[in-house]
C-alpha cells in the first residue's frame, strides 16, 4: 500500500506579500464609509505589523550575516594557526 502524504506549495515571499495586502485592502474599504474611524484603527495595526514584520525579518538577515563572518573568520584563524606552527 502506498502512503501518500498531503502537503502544501511552499509559497514565495512576494506572493504572499501581495495576498496578504491584498486581502487588508480589501477589509479596509469595506470599513471606510460605514466606520471610517475603524477603518483608520485597523490601517494603522497593519502599517505596523509589517513594519516589525519586516523589521524583524531584517534583523534575522543581519544577524545570520554576523554569524558567517565570525564562522568564516574563525576559519581563517585556524588556518593561519596550523600554517605558523608548521613553518
Known amino acids: 500500500m502506498r502512503k501518500f502524504r498531503f502537503r ?7 506572493g504572499l506579500w501581495v495576498l496578504t495586502l491584498g486581502i487588508w485592502f480589501h477589509i ?3 470599513l471606510v464609509r460605514p466606520e471610517p ?3 483608520i484603527m485597523l490601517a494603522q495595526i497593519i502599517g505596523v505589523s509589517l513594519a516589525l514584520w ?3 525579518r531584517i534583523v534575522n538577515r543581519w544577524i545570520a550575516l554576523a554569524r558567517d563572518a565570525e564562522k568564516e573568520q574563525a576559519v581563517r584563524q585556524a588556518d593561519a594557526g596550523t600554517d605558523h606552527h608548521e613553518k
Open 37 to 39: 474611524s475603524m477603518a
Open 54 to 56: 519586516g523589521g524583524y
Open 8 to 14: 502544501l506549495p511552499e509559497f514565495d515571499t512576494p
Open 28 to 30: 479596509v474599504s469595506r
